[in-house]
C-alpha cells in the first residue's frame, strides 16, 4: 500500500505514485469509466507501461494500438503519447529518471 496521496488528474481519471527513487518511479493510474482519457503530452522520461486491467487505445508518435491486461510497452523520451479508456481499468507505469512533477 503506497503512503502518497491519490490525485485527481481528469474526469475518472486519478494517479497515485507507487514507489519513487531519484531513478526510477512507479505510479498507477485508475480509469473509472470508458471513454476517460489521459490526454497527449509528452516528457523527457522514458517510460514503461504496464496494462493492470481493463482496455485502453493509444497513441504513441500519431500510432494507434490497442491494449489490454498484461501488454506492456515502452515509450521513448519525448515521445507524444495518449490513451481512451474502452474498458475501465489501471495503467502502472514506471519512469526513468523519476518524475518529480508527480511529487
Same mark, same amino acid.
Given at each position: 500500500?503506497?503512503?502518497f %496521496? $491519490? @490525485?485527481? +488528474?481528469?474526469?475518472?481519471? +486519478?494517479?497515485?505514485?507507487?514507489? #519513487? ?6 505510479v ?8 476517460? =482519457? ?5 516528457? %523527457?522520461?522514458v517510460?514503461? +507501461? ?15 494500438? =490497442?491494449?489490454g %491486461?498484461?501488454?506492456?510497452?515502452? $515509450?521513448?523520451? #519525448?515521445?507524444?503519447?495518449?490513451? @481512451?479508456?474502452?474498458? %475501465?481499468?489501471r495503467?502502472? #507505469? ?10
Amino acid at each position: 500500500m503506497s503512503d502518497f %496521496p $491519490i @490525485v485527481t +488528474t481528469g474526469e475518472n481519471v +486519478t494517479r497515485q505514485v507507487l514507489s #519513487d527513487h531519484a531513478d526510477l518511479m512507479m505510479v498507477a493510474f485508475t480509469f473509472e469509466k470508458a471513454g476517460a =482519457e489521459g490526454a497527449l503530452h509528452n516528457h %523527457p522520461h522514458v517510460q514503461s +507501461t504496464f496494462v493492470e486491467s481493463g482496455r485502453f487505445r493509444f497513441s504513441v508518435g500519431g500510432v494507434e494500438k =490497442e491494449v489490454g %491486461p498484461g501488454d506492456t510497452f515502452v $515509450i521513448s523520451s #519525448d515521445v507524444v503519447h495518449g490513451c @481512451v479508456c474502452l474498458e %475501465p481499468g489501471r495503467l502502472v #507505469d514506471c519512469f526513468t529518471p523519476r518524475r518529480d512533477d508527480f511529487l
